[in-house]
């Protein structure tokens, strides 16, 4: 006999009242259990939608009011607009002011045979040498004053040379000192004897001290 067939006697047996007892009684155990565990759990997931709900309007209320506050004259994209044309002035300042250092680099190659150090002292006064045996003239000394000037532009070095050789050699010797890359003047001659020839003189170097 199925499980509905021995329902069915159950109910059979009863009076109408013991039916409607049964029933209510069954129909009052499903409420009860109801309110014991679906409402809690119903309640619960309730609650929690209703704060990701709540949640969620809130961050479209967040979002909408950042858009309000980027937002000028009707133009949602005014601040990219306005940061984009700030960085195309600072890239065109940028080139500006490279193009002014290039500049200033140039110019200050340009005038490198101003610039006097020691080590141009010693470059200077190799040459006087190398330009006298060029020249077939012999020297007799070299005294050389390296000046420590503050000023911006002026003496830096003076040399006095003593030599003697022949007189076209001497004056070949001097064109080739006063052709010197750096800046010089040669002044203070004193020449005497023929054959050979004496030759004392000095030299100015100009420039700007390291």
Not at 42 to 70: H, P, Q, V
Not at 183 to 194: F, H, I, R, T
């Given at each position: ?6 329902i069915d006697n159950f109910f059979a047996q009863r009076t109408a009242s013991e039916r409607f007892l ?81 500049y200033l680099v140039h110019k200050i190659e340009e005038l490198s045979y101003l610039l006097y150090n020691k080590k ?91």
């Open positions: 006999m199925s499980m509905i067939e021995r049964i029933i209510a009684s069954i129909f009052a155990l499903i409420i009860a259990i109801s309110f014991e565990y679906l409402v809690p759990m119903s309640e619960s997931f309730l609650n929690k939608n209703k704060a990701k709900k709540e949640e969620i309007e809130a961050k479209i209320l967040a979002d909408k009011s950042y858009l309000n506050s980027m937002t000028v004259n009707g133009d949602p994209e005014y601040y990219v607009k306005f940061y984009q044309r700030e960085i195309e002035k600072a890239k065109q300042r940028f080139a500006a002011v490279q193009d002014k250092y290039n141009r002292w010693a470059e200077f006064l190799d040459s006087i040498t190398k330009k006298a045996n060029a020249n077939n003239v012999d020297i007799d000394y070299i005294s050389n004053t390296f000046l420590d000037t503050t000023q911006e532009f002026g003496h830096v070095l003076e040399i006095e040379v003593g030599c003697n050789g022949d007189f076209q050699n001497l004056v070949g010797f001097l064109n080739d000192i006063e052709q010197s890359d750096l800046v010089v003047d040669v002044y203070a001659l004193e020449m005497e004897g023929a054959n050979p020839t004496q030759l004392q003189f000095k030299v100015s170097v100009w420039g700007i001290s390291l």
